[in-house]
């Protein structure tokens, strides 16, 4: 092997080899491949996302109905149940907050966290979220435990 006989790897170079919009005598002057007219042949085309050639695209025909509330929060629910087995695995001592449930990757760092009533408790757990169902709260306390909302 030397310098004259190495070649770029199979499909790494894409060559066109014919040059457009370079004359009449290239074969591919005139319209340089664009066709005739329209926004496809001019300078200065893009399409638009959701652009289907004229068609009423898809996001316009199709009925809209309902509401959404702009100001709607998000919250990242966790049942008893999901509690109780982190426990028994050893990976939840005393106290349940952000940081803990984080650290386990059950919530992210911006994430609004809920606790639901699912399954039951039987740890004394002081637990810290933003909100608790009625269940939840009642099993928490029930167990010895305590539910603070931050």
């Given at each position: 092997?030397d310098?004259?006989?190495?070649?770029?790897?199979?499909?790494?170079v894409?060559?066109?080899?014919?040059?457009?919009?370079?004359?009449?005598?290239?074969?591919?002057?005139g319209?340089?491949?664009?066709?005739?007219?329209?926004?496809?042949?001019?300078?200065?085309?893009?399409?638009?996302?959701?652009?289907?050639?004229?068609?009423?695209?898809l996001?316009?025909?199709?009925?809209?109905?309902?509401?959404?509330?702009?100001?709607r929060?998000?919250?990242?629910?966790i049942?008893?149940?999901?509690?109780?087995?982190?426990?028994d695995a050893g990976?939840?001592?005393?106290?349940?907050d952000?940081?803990v449930?984080?650290?386990?990757r059950?919530?992210?760092?911006?994430?609004?966290?809920?606790?639901?009533?699912?399954?039951e408790?039987?740890?004394?757990?002081?637990?810290?979220?933003?909100?608790?169902?009625?269940t939840?709260?009642?099993?928490?306390?029930?167990?010895?435990?305590e539910?603070?909302?931050?």
């Open positions: 092997m310098l004259s006989n190495l070649k770029p790897a199979a499909g790494s894409k060559n066109n080899s014919k040059r457009v919009g370079r004359g009449q005598g290239s074969g591919k002057g319209t340089a491949t664009r066709g005739h007219k329209g926004a496809k042949s001019r300078s200065g085309y893009s399409k638009k996302i959701g652009f289907e050639g004229g068609q009423m695209p996001q316009r025909r199709v009925p809209k109905f309902g509401f959404t509330n702009i100001n929060k998000e919250y990242q629910g049942n008893l149940d999901t509690l109780q087995a982190y426990v990976k939840f001592k005393d106290s349940v952000l940081e449930l984080m650290d386990n059950l919530v992210g760092k911006n994430d609004l966290v809920k606790i639901l009533g699912r399954g408790l039987k740890a004394k757990l002081k637990v810290s979220a933003h909100k608790f169902t009625a939840a709260k009642a099993a928490i306390e029930a167990a010895g435990g539910a603070v909302t931050l």
